[in-house]
């Protein structure tokens, strides 16, 4: 079945814990991407990446770091992670020429 | 610069009411348009879209069409249903890029 996954779904956590998300998709798509999504703001773009070894930061990218070594994995690193980044994460895939997104299931984080 | 303008929520609805979500959208060149769905717990399903001006988008019985004149790209349906409640986000994607973005997103709540 083609999938985005993401580990945790639910994360609480302290400020300055060092944490990461993990993104996986097994349909050998090249781009993807981290979403956080927040109340009345919709979904904001964090990081993405074209393809391997390839990133670059989207529209909300501070206190955020990504990489992406192989191509169906993409995790997100909270350094020290702040109140502030408390929200909803989203991963998601795409294949280069198309235009659907294929959303992993979403990591609700909390840090205190 | 791109955005998108979604009309706020929460819409409560009685089953089989029809639906009506406004989105409006600015965008420079011609855009992508697409309605995704988030139910409950969930994470984004792609709901429609349309990918230049005048095409309708539909999917289980909602439609959209893709209105260049007023840049908008309103999301109806003609009876909505209890397992139709969830949360409704307009996107765009520029024309030649892969970043989606997002309306504030519309909270559906559709009562017996």
């Known amino acids: 079945e083609a999938q985005v996954t993401q580990n945790p779904r639910y994360l609480i956590t302290v400020t300055g814990k060092k944490l990461t998300v993990t993104c996986s998709q097994n349909m050998n798509h090249e781009y993807m991407s981290w979403y956080r999504q927040d109340p009345g703001l919709g979904l904001r773009q964090i990081y993405y990446?074209?393809?391997?070894?390839?990133?670059d930061k989207g529209d909300v990218p501070e206190g955020y770091k990504v990489s992406r070594k192989e191509k169906r994995n993409f995790p997100l690193i909270l350094e020290s992670p702040s109140p502030n980044q408390t929200s909803l994460y989203f991963c998601?895939?795409?294949?280069?020429?198309?235009?659907?997104?294929?959303f992993g299931p979403g990591t609700r984080l909390l840090v205190l | 610069g791109n955005s998108v303008t979604q009309m706020e929520g929460p819409v409560t609805l009685s089953e089989e009411a029809f639906l009506t979500i406004n989105c409006t959208y600015t965008a420079t060149g011609y855009p992508s348009l697409f309605w995704y769905v988030q139910y409950p717990g969930e994470g984004l399903q792609l709901l429609l879209k349309a990918t230049k001006a005048d095409d309708k988008g539909s999917n289980k019985g909602f439609e959209a069409t893709y209105r260049k004149e007023t840049t908008s790209f309103h999301l109806e349906k003609g009876s909505v249903q209890v397992s139709d409640s969830a949360v409704y986000f307009c996107?765009?994607?520029?024309?030649?890029?892969?970043?989606?973005?997002f309306g504030a997103g519309t909270r559906l709540a559709v009562h017996p």
């Open positions: 996107a765009l994607v520029p024309g030649g890029y892969n970043k989606l973005i």
């Open positions: 998601a895939s795409i294949l280069q020429g198309e235009e659907t997104q294929y």
């Open positions: 990446s074209m393809n391997v070894e390839v990133t």
